[in-house]
């Protein structure tokens, strides 16, 4: 089962926040000084912001548990306070990278205060069971962070990022890129909250489901290049009106660190400057551009419905499971994520432990899933925690599946990530759908 802490183990709580404090401080060891106060775009936050915040966040919840803290700084506060209004008036997010104080030093001055705080804490109160979720919370928060970093540190560094640990990728096996279809029906949709999730998971909640196809990989670059060779972001008619105005404004001409060398395209990431691997699923497109394709293909992106149905479903022994492969959690031989160290998308074929009872491969790890369906509640959606994620609840997708940048704790089958429209700068692709 998913490795969350036990409700009633003091001792659990702490390994667990010390490890996912760690996991943040391996993140950014090779880092320059300089690297930390660094901001390359409005969507982007300098490391040291980064560092901060998810301090800053475990202090909004110590908070939340008693009325009583005082936090650290009101001046930290203010620059690390992401969108929290009922905390004060939250810092400009794309000018997070003019301010130096509070200096790189003093903010991991302040990380490891907060790590005091946050094991005194847990050691001295006693804890009820929203309480200990509230701080599990923060645990998660984090690790969402920690992903975000990475997707900054690949657009302020790429190539020259020096990670703390990598590995070799997997060998695939040799494979058909093509669909299979899937039984539709009454499909128990969510989470059944047993374990740690979030609240948009909940409730689980029936919908029905056409039957229809979906293919067992996401689509590769091969395919998507394609798209790009057959004139695809010079064709409006394969374009929402929303993203035709983006490609026009933002001259897109293909996925976002895709480059022309002599004629040849390259993508420059964490990996270097290389030619673009054919079988290697697509990276950094946004909804628009999956949406795009799609169209030219003659296919469809898949609801979120369809996706985790197509993910999690055992059609034999009519059961849901946590991931695709059943309820283990996720190994280096299951799937791609932070944890496997890969620092890229891994060739399609390369998971086969991995595969869903349905026949799909990939679903978790290597890159998000755009689906076509709008970021909101489900039916009888309940807030957990005050002004996160359902502030979000309007012009943003639904992505499935996690990364090579999820932390392996974050990540199971209902997990639902959510993003604008023309975002791309995440590590997000798609796998496309069809009507039967």
């Known amino acids: 089962m ?21 996991r943040t401080l391996e993140l950014v060891k090779t880092l320059e000084k300089d690297d930390f106060v660094v ?13 901060g915040h998810v301090s800053w966040i475990y202090e909004a919840i110590m908070s939340k548990i008693d009325k009583s803290y005082e936090f650290y700084s009101k001046e930290f506060s203010e620059y690390l306070n992401s969108y929290y209004q009922q905390f004060g008036v939250p ?7 003019v301010v130096s104080r509070p200096t790189t030093d003093q903010i991991f001055q302040y990380f490891n205060t907060i790590n005091q705080r946050v094991e005194k804490f847990i050691k001295s109160k006693i804890l009820n069971e929203d309480a200990i979720k509230l701080i599990v919370m923060g645990f998660h928060h984090e690790c969402q962070h920690q992903e975000l970093l990475v ?9 020259q990022y020096r990670p703390v640990n990598k590995s070799s990728r997997p060998t695939p096996i040799r494979v058909e890129t093509k669909s299979i279809q899937i039984k539709g029906g009454i499909y128990m949709m969510g989470n059944k909250g047993d374990e740690f999730c979030y609240d948009i998971e909940l409730p689980e909640h029936k919908v029905f489901l056409n039957d229809y196809k979906i293919d067992i990989f996401p689509i590769t670059n091969r395919q998507y290049q394609e798209f790009i060779e057959d004139g695809g972001y010079e064709t409006y008619k394969y374009w929402l009106s929303d993203g ?13 660190y895709w480059e022309k060398i002599n004629n040849v395209w390259h993508v420059r990431n964490f990996l270097g400057i290389r030619k673009i691997n054919p079988n290697e699923p697509v990276c950094h497109v946004s909804y628009y551009e999956a949406d795009a394709y ?14 985790e149905k197509a ?29 496997s160290y890969n620092w890229g998308c891994s060739e399609v074929g390369a998971y086969p432990q991995g595969t869903s009872h349905s026949g799909c491969q990939q679903m978790i790890g290597d890159v998000w899933e755009w689906t076509s369906s709008e970021f909101t509640g489900y039916p009888g959606f309940k807030s957990g925690f005050d002004e996160y994620n359902d502030k979000w609840f309007t012009n943003q997708k639904v992505l499935r599946g996690g990364s090579f940048g999820t932390p392996e704790m974050s990540i199971r089958g209902s997990y639902r990530n959510f993003f604008r429209l023309d975002e791309r700068w995440l590590f997000s692709g798609f796998r496309c759908a069809e009507d039967i």
Not at 9 to 15: A, K, Q
Not at 39 to 50: L, N, R
Not at 91 to 97: A, N
Request: hydrophobic residues 30%.
């Open 2 to 22: 998913t490795s969350n802490p036990e409700l009633d183990s003091d001792n659990s709580l702490l390994n667990q926040f010390k490890e996912t404090r760690s």
């Open 39 to 51: 901001q390359t775009a409005f969507f982007t936050s300098p490391p040291k912001w980064h560092i």
């Open 91 to 97: 810092h400009d997010k794309g000018l997070r990278g």
């Open 151 to 159: 997707y900054d540190l690949q657009h302020l560094l790429a190539e």
């Open 244 to 256: 035709w105005e983006k490609v026009k404004a933002n001259k897109w001409i293909a996925p976002m």
């Open 294 to 307: 799609c169209k030219w293909a003659g296919k469809r992106l898949p609801t979120e419905a369809e996706w």
């Open 311 to 339: 993910a999690c479903w055992n059609e034999e022994m009519q059961e849901k499971t946590t991931f695709p492969w059943g309820n283990q959690n996720p190994t280096k031989e299951r799937c791609n994520l932070l944890e």
